[in-house]
T-cell receptor, first 114, second 116 residues
């Protein structure tokens, strides 16, 4: 158990819909990262937040957005869903912003878009 | 980010040592070598990291070549629970530039199969 929790574990929805994925980081971790894992693209970094502020963006689509709340939990919002958005979405947290050697990953949310 | 090259797959027998290689010929002087692994149906988990010297922890050992252009993750006695995808990742702790700060760049990794 990494200490990072993600809800829900599974999500099935239809194209065009909007969903919200939730992540609670390890106690004391200020940095939260979101990753997407699909069969064809592998594990890809989407976005990072540190203490409520966006710090880095990766290959995140404009239809996707995220935020980190004052209690440090984070939400990833996916809208206008397409079949290709079906993937595993992982959240990770770490203590420091810069150079942190270890990121702790949650169990992931499996999204299926039909 | 500097690129790493790993074999697509490797096999081992239980209780035998496993040596997982990684080539990183374009590594910079400030890049740390990190290893993560992903067990089936789980999120990635940190294994070990190092800069220049060999490193040991309770999970594994990391052997780094003198020129740092390659490294080897060593599992001293493989168990069935070690069957996973192993990722070798280079990280610059300075993480200069807003788009690269802190992220992990995963390649395809090595699928390790452990036979009983």
């Amino acid at each position: 158990d990494s200490g990072v929790t993600q809800t829900p574990k599974h999500l099935i929805t239809a194209t065009g819909q909007r969903v919200t994925l939730r992540c609670s980081p390890r106690s004391g971790d200020l940095s939260v990262y979101w990753y997407q894992q699909s069969l064809d693209q592998g594990l890809q970094f989407l976005i990072q937040y540190y203490n409520g502020e966006e710090r880095a963006k990766g290959n995140i689509l404009e239809r996707f957005s995220a935020q980190q709340f004052p209690d440090l939990h984070s939400e990833l919002n996916l809208s206008s869903l397409e079949l290709g958005d079906s993937a595993l979405y992982f959240c990770a947290s770490s203590v420091e912003l810069a150079g942190a050697p270890t990121q702790y990953f949650g169990p992931g949310t499996r999204l299926l878009v039909l | 980010d500097a690129k790493t090259t790993q074999p697509n797959s490797m096999e081992s027998n239980e209780e035998e040592p496993v040596h997982l290689p990684c080539n990183h010929s374009t590594i910079s002087g400030t890049d740390y070598i990190h290893w993560y692994r992903q067990l089936p149906s789980q999120g990635p988990e940190y294994v070990i990291h190092g800069l220049t010297s060999n490193v040991n922890n309770r999970m594994a050992s990391l052997a780094i070549a003198e020129d740092r252009k390659s490294s080897t993750l060593i599992l001293h006695r493989a168990t069935l629970r070690d069957a996973a995808v192993y990722y070798c990742i280079l990280r610059d702790p300075r993480s200069a530039g807003g788009t690269s700060y802190g992220k992990l760049t995963f390649g395809q990794g090595t699928i390790l199969t452990v036979h009983p």
